[in-house]
């Protein structure tokens, strides 16, 4: 049994669903449970949508959504010559479920109204591509994921129920394979104990997939992606950026917790529970090895950079001189989590608390306006912050020439500093 998972990226046109349809007919006699993302962007017009409806503008909900019906329909009339009517009848029957919502005034948390909307992107796309594989002559079995991943209401967020969720897998979907070689599913969405629409936060499928690998016993994840592999820099910041062939979870989880987009970070621990290989593999060409990711030791890393733009830092003081202690830190990180802002680096002084976090604007207000309540709280907007793992002077002294320092955090393998 092997586990795929498709990003949004590699199901965004027609010519790349087609393309997945030619990675899959490459494992004929295979048992593959495959996840699929919402096509690319279709998560951030869907979160449009939602906003639109939280404050109370129907009409330009409504009118959003039909730009994003449209766009599946004619993706789907594009692709098909014979299943166009079953598939638009499906898809047809979400969209009215979303529509007669989108009528509604919210009563209900926006994270709420966010689940019920945003997971509609996984259903169009997986419903488009499981009928036009069919069309392929690739047999396969569409499920809807909410039936199967069980989860809590903490909505946008939601932690799956592992027990339930085995339990579902163990009874519907391991019988399936008895008659299908391949199952194709939603990532990031699941459903509360009272058939309420969760997701599992943003890039999640990558954790749906292993989920599903880790209670399905999986051989190998692989997860198709539009790079040719793990590299150790975004190439679009660093076009000399390389493949990095094999990783192991450890480093995976580091690069990710320092902001390298690679996998979502929980990802790694189902997978290594059970032993599981992860493999990154380029959808454009399949032909290339990419990365494996296991759990052995890996020698000889390159250096891996990772450098976050638009970064802000916020220093909050003491009023009194008096020393930042364990209260007014408690304190910041609980704001911290209830607007759900994770720093990025932290550092303590005397009399002084050092945050840097990605600028969302809107939190970023909230956090400075609600500590400036007890503290003196200074915002810088504007600034990088750069990261190297497994660094050498020269890289470093490259990476930071002509730069302002404003920061620096070093540890033997990981160094890391805010710049101007
Ligand atoms: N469609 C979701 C997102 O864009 C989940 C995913 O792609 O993994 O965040
Ligand atoms: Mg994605």
Redesign the pocket.
């Known amino acids: 049994m092997r586990v795929f998972k498709f990003?949004?990226a590699s199901v965004n046109s027609v010519e790349r669903i087609k393309n997945l349809a030619d990675i899959l007919a490459q494992y004929k006699q295979e048992k593959i449970l495959v996840v699929i993302?919402?096509m690319g962007k279709?998560?951030?017009a869907l979160e449009k949508v939602v906003t639109a409806f939280f404050n109370h503008k129907n009409e330009e909900a409504l009118s959003l959504f039909n730009a994003i019906k449209e766009q599946h329909l004619g993706t789907a009339k594009e692709l098909f010559s014979e299943n166009y009517e079953r598939c638009a009848q499906q898809l047809n029957d979400f969209f009215t479920e979303i529509e007669w919502l989108l009528h509604d005034k919210p009563i209900k948390s926006y994270d709420y109204y966010y689940d019920q909307i945003?997971c509609a992107?996984?259903l169009f796309s997986t419903c488009i591509i499981s009928h036009y594989l069919i069309e392929k002559k690739i047999i396969n079995k569409w499920v809807d994921v909410r039936d199967i991943i069980r989860t809590d209401d903490n909505f946008r967020d939601a932690s799956v129920d592992w027990d339930f969720t085995l339990a579902r897998i163990k009874a519907e979907i391991i019988p399936l394979f008895n008659k299908f070689d391949i199952v194709i599913t939603q990532?990031?969405i699941g459903a509360t104990d009272e058939n309420e629409s969760t997701?599992l936060?943003?890039?999640?499928?990558?954790y749906?997939a292993a989920v599903f690998a880790n209670m399905l016993d999986a051989e190998t994840q692989t997860i198709w992606k539009d790079v040719e592999s793990v590299m150790n820099a975004d190439p679009k910041q660093f076009p000399e950026a390389i493949s990095i062939p094999e990783l192991n979870y450890k480093e995976v989880i580091e690069m990710a917790y320092y902001g390298a987009q690679v996998i979502?970070p929980k990802t790694i621990k189902p997978l290594q529970n059970k032993n599981i290989p992860l493999y990154v593999k380029s959808f454009i060409n399949p032909t290339l090895p990419g990365t494996i990711i296991h759990n052995q030791i890996v020698r000889s890393l390159p250096s891996i950079i990772v450098l976050k733009e638009n970064q802000v830092m916020i220093e909050a003081n003491s009023k009194d001189f008096s020393f930042i202690g364990e209260q007014h830190i408690g304190h910041l990180y609980h704001l911290f989590e209830q607007l759900h802002l994770k720093p990025n680096l932290t550092q303590n002084g005397a009399i002084s608390f050092v945050g840097v976090f990605d600028d969302i604007k809107e939190k970023i207000d909230k956090l400075a306006s609600t500590a400036s309540e007890n503290l003196d709280v200074h915002i810088e907007k504007g600034l990088s912050l750069l990261t190297i793992r497994h660094y050498t002077n020269d890289l470093f002294k490259k990476l930071t020439e002509k730069k302002n320092i404003i920061l620096k955090q070093q540890t033997q393998e990981t160094i890391q500093v805010l710049m101007r």
């Open positions: 990003g949004g993302s919402a279709m998560t951030n945003v992107g996984e990532g990031f997701t936060g943003r890039e999640g499928s990558d749906t979502h």
